[in-house]
């Protein structure tokens, strides 16, 4: 039989059901790849549910660095018996099946073309211990032993990390030891070691870092200097906000008194998380929320009066499929013209979208800088593959010179000295007006807040003009932005092109695989991230330098195509959409057959040409 | 409503407060409400409150949602900032507010339809955090500006203007803060300042959720025979509990009082709230036996008015969050941005 071999190339998959204990046992796997230095994609596909439905961990081993998901499986862990039938179906002819061989299975729960790996783990891990949980829990870390037997993982790597896991807990590193070479040694007696696929350690890996986008964001919001977070629990982005606080305890308890330089409120709904934000920004704090789509339905009526009223507000986004539960806990794009246009009225908004979680971080701050600057909400359009899974990224990286940007706040020294205050005045030509705080000069700069009946000097008015005009500047203003938000990034074909791809988000690492491997078949594409919206001149420069532009996305309606087409009035003919939803993450083989077939089929011969 | 607008100089002799400050200067912009609104009583009655306790009026921040009730902070306190925000959503936004800055005084004004209808979730979750502020229900039982409609806090069996009766119970606003932990709750009638001014000033100086809910007749669509918050049936039907003065610091006793009709509750300002009894037995500091008088009072048909129930040593959000004593608006890189030594940490931490 055909046996596949790959050196730090190839998909590992473990089949676990939710709350058994696996999740720490694959991130020790995981993690020992990355200690050998070789790079890895790992993603969680996990059910609506705390314990008993299935739940996966994939990991992709890519020597080359390659971060997207691949597709397809080499090596299946399958530890779920509910679903057995479709894991092995999954793998890769000639792949391998790791199982647990205490019961035996009849020939025809197996596949003929995929090598069968047998471990008693339930007959091993009974005879070792008498706890019904310790017998679960040890089963998790053994399997780890013997797949360290199996792919050559370096034991001694392990060893170091369940040190640093169990720092302080001497026993229980000694007893997940004991439990991993159980497994190892069994594997190394009665099993060939190693199998076709392989780990052969590199230095390919270098000081990046392996976080999770939400914990990124939130530590991105704690350098910001965000002081106030309201929010309310929905996967995926309750890890976000609960973050902020893990990190705030670390980083934000003042030194000598030990109280809390931040306040964070798990409010009763979406509404009063964004009503706390809009309140505490209006009154000079730094404020954000954490949210997923329906959160983003939830809020629109406080971010059509934050736009009008001009108030910051950052609002993270962390997107997923659908309503409802089942669906929610799988990753999409869907959110991108809710959140452009949000609200009732004529309302548009700064969106930012980071690639992974160094971008996270990143954009995390600058949004607060951003909302400060243009007194308008800003949306993070996370998701949730980068928002819950561990990402190998660029380290997180802070210029201590860097100063909040507060934007145009007028203070009591400017109104004493007699400079004019009009609220929604346009002083400079940028359409951004002053601010005052609350509270900030006993008889000078007070004023009336509200959506958006007043006139420049914040006096109700219900005056058609003084409404225009208002309006008219809220556009300056957002002319101003394209210029601040962060600008797209191109990266050129190796020969012109008439044809280009634009793509944004959690596609990019699929999207530059795939890059390459459609240079090879031929198709040369010039590629450009678009990482903000208000669009930068860039982005539209690039779309009339091409014939024809591919738009990848997450989504079913082509919501950054659409968005695109109004924005920049683009023939919607010459921008093609390439899209993925199903809820998995995006992998480069979808992007480079779907592209490649689209090229194709467009690609118009002349007739006297075509003839013979 | 007055279309003359108001002359900016004063009389000489206006009386001033310990600021230098007369009424005048507490005021807002003339009030757009009807000719006789309750509502304007009481933003009358917020202005001599905060004249007579020398508040400066730039360090109160009015909050408020839609509605009659929600545009009158515009006629108030014009050296204040104020926020006319989202209909039934101005607890949320004094929330923020008041964890930005904790030093301000806030005030939050609401009506019946706001807080009651669409807003009660957040009415009862500000109750529940113990938000440091003053929240007053201007409630007249109606929707005013959209014209007659019925409010949650209508009583079941009182009569609309064109004839409908309602058959929905009434929310008891009262009943529902007092049950979710306000610290501070009274009932007044916009038509009797003298309870009305002493019961702001005392939740003024309380430091925690102080909740007045002010019956304010709607002269507009709910002041006929057959309505429950008509002036006429107000009066009629008024039973004050107590009788307040709010004492700041040493004043002297003026008064003489019989004894044991008198309550003295002292605030953890040190201001003293003296009660004279109107309710024989009726003690605000007991939670419990007030909730029960109320249920039995409203049973007889009576409106209970007074200071309800006062925590004299409240908590507030920023206490039991155990956040620093410098307001969070005020701190700067210093306090807040952890620098690249501790981000390197956490990189490392991450390998």
Not at chain 2, 148 to 162: E, Y
């Given at each position: 039989m055909r046996a596949l071999t790959a050196t730090n190339d190839f998909v590992v998959k473990f089949a676990n059901v939710n709350g058994s204990g696996s999740a720490s046992?694959?991130?020790?796997?995981?993690?020992?790849?990355?200690?050998?230095?070789?790079?890895?994609?790992?993603?969680?596909?996990?059910p609506s549910n705390i314990q008993g439905l299935p739940t996966w961990f994939e990991v992709r081993v890519s020597g080359e660095g390659h971060l997207g998901r691949r597709g397809g499986v080499d090596l299946m862990v399958a530890m779920n018996p509910q679903t057995w039938d479709r894991d092995v179906a999954e793998i890769e002819p000639g792949g391998y099946l790791l199982y647990d061989s205490t019961k035996p299975l009849p020939k025809s729960k197996f596949r003929e073309d995929v090598n069968v790996i047998g471990v008693p783990l339930t007959e091993m891990c009974n005879a070792a211990y008498t706890d019904a949980r310790q017998r679960q829990l040890m089963k998790n870390i053994m399997y780890v032993g013997a797949l360290s037997a199996l792919l050559q993982i370096d034991p001694a790597v392990v060893e170091t990390l369940l040190g640093e896991q169990y720092k302080g807990k001497e026993r229980l590193a000694q007893s997940n030891r004991d439990a991993f070479h159980m497994g190892r040694d069994w594997a190394l007696r009665n099993l060939e070691c190693p199998i076709g696929l392989r780990l052969s350690a590199l230095d390919a890996v270098g000081e990046r870092i392996f976080v999770d986008g939400n914990s990124a964001a939130a530590l991105g919001a704690v350098y910001g200097g965000a002081t106030v977070c309201a929010w309310y629990p929905i996967t995926p982005s309750t890890s976000?906000?609960?973050?902020?606080?893990?990190?705030?305890?670390r980083l934000r308890m003042d030194p000598e008194t030990g109280k809390k330089r931040f306040a964070i409120v798990q409010a009763e709904d979406e509404l009063a998380s964004i009503g706390i934000v809009v309140g505490a920004a209006w009154n000079g704090a730094r404020a954000f929320t954490a949210t997923s789509g329906p959160g983003i339905?939830?809020?629109?009526?406080?971010?059509?009066?934050?736009?009008?009223?001009?108030?910051?507000?950052?609002?993270?986004?962390?997107?997923?499929?659908?309503?409802?539960?089942?669906?929610?806990?799988?990753?999409?794009?869907?959110?991108?013209?809710?959140?452009?246009?949000?609200?009732?009225?004529?309302?548009?908004?700064?969106?930012?979208?980071?690639?992974?979680?160094?971008?996270?971080?990143?954009?995390?701050?600058?949004?607060?800088?951003?909302?400060?600057?243009?007194?308008?909400?800003?949306f993070v359009m996370l998701d949730l593959d980068i928002g819950m899974n561990d990402w190998l990224c660029e380290p997180f990286r802070w210029d201590d010179a860097r100063r909040m940007d507060r934007g145009k706040v007028m203070t009591a020294e400017e109104l004493e000295a007699g400079k004019t205050f009009g609220r929604y005045l346009d002083v400079d030509g940028d359409g951004?007006?002053?601010?005052?705080?609350?509270?900030?000069?006993?008889?000078?700069?007070?004023?009336f807040t509200r959506g958006t009946s007043r006139d420049r000097f914040a006096r109700y008015t219900e005056q058609g003009s003084a409404y225009v005009d208002n309006m008219q500047r809220l556009l300056r203003k957002f002319e101003t932005a394209k210029a601040y938000v962060p600008r797209p990034v191109e990266r050129r074909a190796a020969q012109p092109t008439r044809d280009g791809v634009i793509y944004y988000g959690s596609s990019s690492a699929a999207m530059r695989e795939a890059l390459g491997a459609l240079e090879a078949d031929g198709i040369h594409l010039d590629a450009l991230r678009v990482r903000a919206f208000p669009f930068h001149d860039d982005v539209m420069d690039f779309i009339a330098r091409h014939d024809r532009v591919f738009v990848v996305e997450q989504n079913r309606d082509a919501q950054l195509r659409t968005l695109l087409t109004i924005e920049g009035c683009v023939d919607p003919a010459r921008l093609v959409p390439i899209l993925h939803y199903d809820g998995t993450p995006i992998t480069a083989r979808f992007i480079r057959a779907a592209i490649a077939d689209k090229a194709s089929a467009l690609n118009v011969v002349p007739l006297r040409k075509a003839m013979p | 409503m007055s279309y003359l607008p108001k002359p900016k100089l004063h009389h000489p002799t206006l009386p001033k407060n310990a600021l230098g400050y007369t009424r005048r200067d507490y005021e807002g912009a003339i009030s757009t409400l009807c000719a006789g609104c309750g509502h304007d009583s009481i933003s009358a009655a917020i202005i001599q409150a905060c004249w007579e306790l020398s508040i400066e009026p730039h360090r109160v921040a009015k909050l408020s949602g839609i509605g009659c009730s929600s545009k009158t902070p515009d006629y108030f306190l014009g050296a204040s900032h104020g926020f006319n925000s989202v209909h039934g959503r101005m607890p949320s936004v004094l929330t923020g507010a008041n964890l930005a800055n904790r030093d301000l005084i806030y005030l939050g004004i609401s009506g019946d339809g706001d807080s009651a209808s669409i807003g009660l979730g957040q009415f009862a979750h500000i109750m529940r955090r113990g938000v440091n502020m003053t929240y007053i229900v201007e409630n007249n039982g109606v929707y005013g500006l959209t014209k007659g409609q019925f409010s949650a806090t209508s009583d079941k069996g009182s009569k609309a203007k064109r004839g409908a009766v309602n058959t929905d119970e009434a929310i008891d606003l009262v009943g529902l803060a007092m049950q979710l932990g306000a610290t501070f709750v009274a009932r007044s009638f916009s038509g009797d300042k003298a309870q009305l001014v002493p019961l702001i000033k005392a939740a003024l100086l309380h430091e925690g959720a102080a909740f007045i809910?002010?019956?304010?007749?709607?002269?507009?669509?709910?002041?006929?025979?057959?309505?429950?918050?008509?002036?006429?049936?107000?009066?009629?039907?008024?039973?004050?509990?107590?009788?307040?003065?709010?004492?700041?610091?040493?004043?002297?006793?003026?008064?003489?009082?019989?004894?044991g009709s008198v309550t003295e509750v002292t605030q953890h300002d040190g201001s003293v709230l003296r009660l004279r009894k109107l309710a024989p037995d009726y003690d605000p500091t007991d939670r419990v036996a007030a909730m029960n008088y109320l249920q039995e009072r409203k049973a007889a048909g009576e409106i209970v008015t007074g200071l309800l129930y006062v925590d004299p040593d409240p908590t507030d959000l920023h206490a039991n969050m155990g956040t620093v004593a410098v307001p969070l608006n005020r701190l700067g890189d210093a306090e807040l941005c952890p620098g690249s030594a501790a981000l390197a940490r956490i990189n490392a931490a991450l390998r």
């Amino acid at each position: 039989m055909r046996a596949l071999t790959a050196t730090n190339d190839f998909v590992v998959k473990f089949a676990n059901v939710n709350g058994s204990g696996s999740a720490s046992a694959n991130t020790l796997f995981a993690k020992s790849i990355l200690r050998m230095g070789i790079p890895i994609a790992s993603r969680n596909i996990f059910p609506s549910n705390i314990q008993g439905l299935p739940t996966w961990f994939e990991v992709r081993v890519s020597g080359e660095g390659h971060l997207g998901r691949r597709g397809g499986v080499d090596l299946m862990v399958a530890m779920n018996p509910q679903t057995w039938d479709r894991d092995v179906a999954e793998i890769e002819p000639g792949g391998y099946l790791l199982y647990d061989s205490t019961k035996p299975l009849p020939k025809s729960k197996f596949r003929e073309d995929v090598n069968v790996i047998g471990v008693p783990l339930t007959e091993m891990c009974n005879a070792a211990y008498t706890d019904a949980r310790q017998r679960q829990l040890m089963k998790n870390i053994m399997y780890v032993g013997a797949l360290s037997a199996l792919l050559q993982i370096d034991p001694a790597v392990v060893e170091t990390l369940l040190g640093e896991q169990y720092k302080g807990k001497e026993r229980l590193a000694q007893s997940n030891r004991d439990a991993f070479h159980m497994g190892r040694d069994w594997a190394l007696r009665n099993l060939e070691c190693p199998i076709g696929l392989r780990l052969s350690a590199l230095d390919a890996v270098g000081e990046r870092i392996f976080v999770d986008g939400n914990s990124a964001a939130a530590l991105g919001a704690v350098y910001g200097g965000a002081t106030v977070c309201a929010w309310y629990p929905i996967t995926p982005s309750t890890s976000l906000a609960e973050a902020f606080e893990r990190y705030c305890r670390r980083l934000r308890m003042d030194p000598e008194t030990g109280k809390k330089r931040f306040a964070i409120v798990q409010a009763e709904d979406e509404l009063a998380s964004i009503g706390i934000v809009v309140g505490a920004a209006w009154n000079g704090a730094r404020a954000f929320t954490a949210t997923s789509g329906p959160g983003i339905s939830l809020m629109q009526e406080f971010v059509g009066l934050a736009y009008f009223a001009e108030i910051p507000a950052v609002i993270f986004d962390v997107q997923r499929a659908g309503p409802s539960t089942g669906m929610p806990t799988r990753t999409q794009q869907a959110d991108i013209l809710a959140a452009a246009y949000a609200s009732h009225g004529d309302t548009k908004h700064i969106l930012l979208f980071p690639e992974d979680p160094h971008e996270c971080f990143t954009m995390g701050a600058d949004a607060f800088d951003l909302a400060d600057r243009f007194q308008t909400p800003v949306f993070v359009m996370l998701d949730l593959d980068i928002g819950m899974n561990d990402w190998l990224c660029e380290p997180f990286r802070w210029d201590d010179a860097r100063r909040m940007d507060r934007g145009k706040v007028m203070t009591a020294e400017e109104l004493e000295a007699g400079k004019t205050f009009g609220r929604y005045l346009d002083v400079d030509g940028d359409g951004i007006p002053y601010r005052t705080y609350p509270g900030t000069h006993p008889s000078k700069g007070a004023f009336f807040t509200r959506g958006t009946s007043r006139d420049r000097f914040a006096r109700y008015t219900e005056q058609g003009s003084a409404y225009v005009d208002n309006m008219q500047r809220l556009l300056r203003k957002f002319e101003t932005a394209k210029a601040y938000v962060p600008r797209p990034v191109e990266r050129r074909a190796a020969q012109p092109t008439r044809d280009g791809v634009i793509y944004y988000g959690s596609s990019s690492a699929a999207m530059r695989e795939a890059l390459g491997a459609l240079e090879a078949d031929g198709i040369h594409l010039d590629a450009l991230r678009v990482r903000a919206f208000p669009f930068h001149d860039d982005v539209m420069d690039f779309i009339a330098r091409h014939d024809r532009v591919f738009v990848v996305e997450q989504n079913r309606d082509a919501q950054l195509r659409t968005l695109l087409t109004i924005e920049g009035c683009v023939d919607p003919a010459r921008l093609v959409p390439i899209l993925h939803y199903d809820g998995t993450p995006i992998t480069a083989r979808f992007i480079r057959a779907a592209i490649a077939d689209k090229a194709s089929a467009l690609n118009v011969v002349p007739l006297r040409k075509a003839m013979p | 409503m007055s279309y003359l607008p108001k002359p900016k100089l004063h009389h000489p002799t206006l009386p001033k407060n310990a600021l230098g400050y007369t009424r005048r200067d507490y005021e807002g912009a003339i009030s757009t409400l009807c000719a006789g609104c309750g509502h304007d009583s009481i933003s009358a009655a917020i202005i001599q409150a905060c004249w007579e306790l020398s508040i400066e009026p730039h360090r109160v921040a009015k909050l408020s949602g839609i509605g009659c009730s929600s545009k009158t902070p515009d006629y108030f306190l014009g050296a204040s900032h104020g926020f006319n925000s989202v209909h039934g959503r101005m607890p949320s936004v004094l929330t923020g507010a008041n964890l930005a800055n904790r030093d301000l005084i806030y005030l939050g004004i609401s009506g019946d339809g706001d807080s009651a209808s669409i807003g009660l979730g957040q009415f009862a979750h500000i109750m529940r955090r113990g938000v440091n502020m003053t929240y007053i229900v201007e409630n007249n039982g109606v929707y005013g500006l959209t014209k007659g409609q019925f409010s949650a806090t209508s009583d079941k069996g009182s009569k609309a203007k064109r004839g409908a009766v309602n058959t929905d119970e009434a929310i008891d606003l009262v009943g529902l803060a007092m049950q979710l932990g306000a610290t501070f709750v009274a009932r007044s009638f916009s038509g009797d300042k003298a309870q009305l001014v002493p019961l702001i000033k005392a939740a003024l100086l309380h430091e925690g959720a102080a909740f007045i809910d002010c019956i304010s007749p709607c002269v507009a669509f709910n002041n006929h025979e057959g309505s429950t918050k008509s002036y006429d049936f107000v009066r009629e039907h008024n039973e004050a509990v107590n009788r307040l003065d709010v004492i700041l610091g040493r004043q002297p006793i003026t008064a003489e009082y019989a004894p044991g009709s008198v309550t003295e509750v002292t605030q953890h300002d040190g201001s003293v709230l003296r009660l004279r009894k109107l309710a024989p037995d009726y003690d605000p500091t007991d939670r419990v036996a007030a909730m029960n008088y109320l249920q039995e009072r409203k049973a007889a048909g009576e409106i209970v008015t007074g200071l309800l129930y006062v925590d004299p040593d409240p908590t507030d959000l920023h206490a039991n969050m155990g956040t620093v004593a410098v307001p969070l608006n005020r701190l700067g890189d210093a306090e807040l941005c952890p620098g690249s030594a501790a981000l390197a940490r956490i990189n490392a931490a991450l390998r």
